[in-house]
């Protein structure tokens, strides 16, 4: 089905029908960013991560030229992300083409009128900024994003934990319980989210109010693949709220899902305490790494995953709308 055309460049952009997807596979980047190669194209189809109604391609002249696939839970309605965005070497404008693609494939991801158009994610090696190679594929992705509304940029930096660097230590200063209330744990979003370094959890507290930004937590915390029961909420040795530790899986395995420390608390260094937890649960589970991700620009954060043995693995930029 013709989806668009733009006859300025003669490209097609369509979505791949379920007949062309070994089509779509073939299609190799050699960008210096993260991407979908054909062993992940499949494992994400046959899992429902990827679709054939996410999965975007241009032709020109029957060939590929551009592809565009959006990743998502497998029981959502509409993708998470932009995960993979390549156009050829051929094409002299790559940033017009790109463009050409995404705003074709705008409306079946995010609504007739685009309006909850997913972040693109672009992944990167650390250090990607001294790679010429880098920061231009980086740029014409970038330019192509703004163009359909992703304006806002984030870096966040990707860290690993495995076995072989051993188990942070734990100072037994915090209690660490479960706690089946969800409500409660509303009540714990919302302390911990003040004066949070996180940007997203402050853009989300700006545009939605203090409650329903930690509902909305919540909520995707629950949406992932860990289990409720694994919540923690720390209470220091005279009882007093001190945080929350929530480890959690993502698609590929165990996580650091999130913590944090209210802020009357914070400068005593519970941070290490709840980080060496969760890290320690995920450890006695038999979890051979535990990934946890930060924003560039939260150096606190960063320096609680190195002091506990967590090694910087990749940068991810995210462009996305502005909030409303």
């Known amino acids: 089905m013709l989806h668009d055309v733009d006859t300025r460049r003669l490209l097609v952009c369509r979505a791949v029908p379920p007949l062309e997807l070994d089509r779509a596979m073939t299609v190799t980047v050699t960008d210096p960013v993260g991407w979908h190669d054909r062993a992940k194209y499949r494992r994400d189809l046959a899992e ?4 054939p109604e996410w999965s975007w391609i241009a032709e020109a002249d029957g060939r590929i030229v551009a592809r565009a696939l ?37 409306p079946a991801v995010a609504g007739p009128d685009g309006a909850d158009a997913p972040p693109y994610m ?28 992703l304006i806002d940029q984030l870096e966040r930096i990707r860290f690993q934990w495995s076995p072989l660097v051993g188990l942070p230590a734990v100072s037994g200063r915090l209690t660490l319980t479960p706690e089946p209330d969800d409500e409660a744990f509303v009540d714990v ?7 949070s370094l996180d940007r997203e959890t402050r853009r989300g507290v700006a545009t939605l109010g203090p409650e329903r930004a930690a509902r909305r937590e919540l909520e995707f915390y629950r949406s992932m ?10 209470r220091t040795a005279d009882g007093r709220l001190a945080g929350m530790a929530i480890p959690s899986r993502n698609a590929y395995g165990p996580n650091v899902g999130y913590l944090g420390v209210v802020p009357e608390l914070r400068g005593r260094g519970y941070v290490h305490d709840l980080l060496a937890e969760i890290t320690r649960f995920h450890a006695q589970a038999g979890a051979q790494t535990v990934t946890a991700t930060t924003d560039l ?28």
């Not at 050829?88 to 074709?104: C, G, H, I, K, Y």
């Not at 693949?225 to 720390?234: D, L, M, Q, T, Y």
């Not at 990749?314 to 996305?320: M, V």
């Open 48 to 51: 429902r991560r990827c679709r």
């Open 122 to 149: 672009v992944f990167l090696s650390n250090g990607w900024r001294n790679d010429p190679t880098a920061v231009d594929a980086v740029r014409w992705r970038g330019e192509a994003a703004g163009r359909i509304g």
């Open 297 to 324: 620009a939260n150096a606190p954060m960063a320096a609680a995953f190195t002091a506990a043995g967590y090694q910087p693995t990749e940068s991810r930029l995210i462009f996305s709308a502005p909030p409303r």
């Open 70 to 106: 959006w990743w998502g839970f497998p029981d959502g309605e509409r993708p998470l992300a932009l995960e993979c965005l390549h156009v050829d070497e051929s094409q002299p404008d790559r940033a017009e083409v790109a463009a050409t693609l995404l705003a074709a494939g705008l």
């Open 225 to 234: 693949p860990g289990e409720r029961s694994w919540w923690r909420v720390a």
């Open 189 to 195: 979003f919302q302390r911990v989210a003040e004066g």
